[in-house]
């Protein structure tokens, strides 16, 4: 089925797979503004939950938005596709209610393997974080042959 969609209309359906289980995406209020292939673009608004000791934003909060956005651009080809290794350098701080928007994109797809860069910034357009993945893909379809859903299995991606 994947192989007669053209790519913008593959991403599209691999987001919707991947969105339908994404319970931490969900969860967190996140939203995906944008996918193509290889490409994705999340936002995020920090909340008081989100806030560490000094009054800004969480670390893990901003690898997660990353990390998210990560997947949704690393999985818009319908293969299954996992994080191999990530890194994140924090920039400058967010504050209680600024709007995130993290902008993934692909840099290299070679064989299984891919990187990412991701960068998060504030709406006035500050750079609060610059996010690299790694990723791996396995040898399983994202969506099923009748497009329904994600088909994943824990013992593949370890």
């Known amino acids: 089925m994947t192989e007669t969609m053209d790519p913008q209309t593959l ?36 909340t008081g939950q989100m806030t560490n000791g000094h009054g800004t934003a ?42 995130l928007t993290a902008h993934a994109r692909e840099l290299s797809r070679q064989g299984r393997s891919g990187i990412y860069d991701v960068t998060i910034t504030r709406e006035d357009g500050t750079v609060i974080a610059e996010f690299r993945g790694h990723s791996r893909s396995i040898n399983r379809s994202f969506l099923s042959a009748e497009g329904s859903g994600a088909q994943t299995n824990r013992e593949e991606t370890q």
């Not at 944008?34 to 995020?44: F, K, L, N, Q």
Request: hydrophobic content about 45%; charged content about 15%; overall charge negative.
């Open 58 to 99: 969480h670390g893990g909060y901003l690898f997660t938005l990353a990390d998210s956005a990560f997947a949704f651009a690393c999985n818009s080809y319908g293969q299954v596709t996992v994080a191999q290794h990530c890194s994140v350098t924090y920039i400058a701080p967010g504050a209680l209610g600024d709007r």
């Open 11 to 46: 991403a599209e359906a691999s987001a919707a797979a991947l969105w339908q289980d994404d319970q931490t995406t969900q969860k967190l209020g996140m939203t995906l503004e944008r996918i193509a292939p290889g490409e994705a673009v999340m936002t995020m608004t920090l």
